[in-house]
């Protein structure tokens, strides 16, 4: 039998082995124990029949056909490596060389869907075309406002089909408050006040985490949970303001659209995410 450089055969069949892949390159398979190896087989020699990925450090493996292969069993902050080798009836080939190094990452629950800045002169904003695939929503936001709230109206629909309640806190005093049949859901300490009484600029931001669970019901009313503040650092209770709240909007429609209404200025900034 005539010798191939590289092709080792078997004493048993006399068959000749496949020779070693071409490794590619190692990817985060995005679930935190998963990673795509991929790989080009050798364009000479017998045939493979399948490949095997094998991880270093662990001897995770993942066997297929084709590339790529997916490694799973992986620990999350664990740093690996992998080489592939190719199979035939004849026996496996030597080991391909090492791909890079990948360390698989726990993936977030939290997906951007869009962001949007208020510029001059505008004083609301609109997520519209929201996807459905998602099991919850959250707006995060960070405003400049000459009130310390937001409003928020869903699907566009401003008649009086919301209620909201609140534990507030302000500089000097803490209370509750409820509200039904309302036009939009009030977030306070949402939105940063940027003047006083006196025409002074405080320059102070609000921010608030802003939960719509359930979005994509087509049988529930809509709950909405927002946790908001802004502190000028001042002893001004209008502007210095904590509040923890809940929202309801009395519809079973799947929600499409969000808007937030604020008197404000400009770099006023809100984020939509999708959450699983």
Excluded: C
């Excluded at 493996?61 to 009836?89: C, E, R």
């Excluded at 919850?136 to 629909?157: E, K, P, V, W, Y």
């Excluded at 409820?178 to 025409?199: D, E, L």
């Amino acid at each position: 039998m005539p010798i191939i450089p590289g092709v080792v055969a078997s004493s048993k069949t006399g068959h000749l082995q496949p020779l070693a892949p071409t490794i590619g390159t190692a990817t985060d398979g995005g679930t935190g124990s998963t990673v795509s190896v991929s790989f080009t087989p050798a364009a000479t020699g017998p045939a493979a029949t399948s490949f095997t990925a094998t991880s270093t450090p662990g001897g995770f493996t993942a066997t297929g056909a084709s590339s790529p292969l997916t490694v799973s069993g992986l620990t999350a902050g664990t740093s690996y490596t992998f080489t592939v080798h190719a199979t035939n009836a004849a026996g496996n080939s030597p080991e391909s060389a090492a791909s890079n190094s990948v360390t698989p990452v726990v993936p977030s629950s939290f997906y951007n869907i869009a962001t949007q800045t208020i510029t001059s002169g505008t004083n609301s904003i609109t997520f519209s075309s929201i996807p459905s695939t998602y099991k919850s929503l959250q707006i995060r936001s960070s405003a400049l406002s000459n009130s310390s709230s937001l409003f928020l109206t869903i699907n566009g629909d401003n008649g009086n089909n919301y209620a909201w309640h609140r534990l507030l806190g302000t500089a000097g005093s803490a209370g509750a408050l409820g509200f039904t049949n309302q036009p939009s859901i009030t977030i306070n300490g949402g939105g940063g006040s940027w003047s006083g009484s006196s025409g002074n600029s405080y320059n102070a931001y609000g921010v608030s985490i802003i939960d719509i669970i359930d979005y994509a019901s087509t049988s529930k009313n809509k709950t909405v949970r927002a946790f908001a503040g802004v502190d000028d650092n001042t002893t001004t209770s209008y502007i210095s303001v904590v509040g923890l709240e809940s929202g309801l909007w009395l519809n079973t429609s799947a929600i499409t659209s969000i808007t937030i209404s604020l008197s404000t200025q400009a770099s006023s900034t809100f984020a939509l995410y999708g959450v699983n």
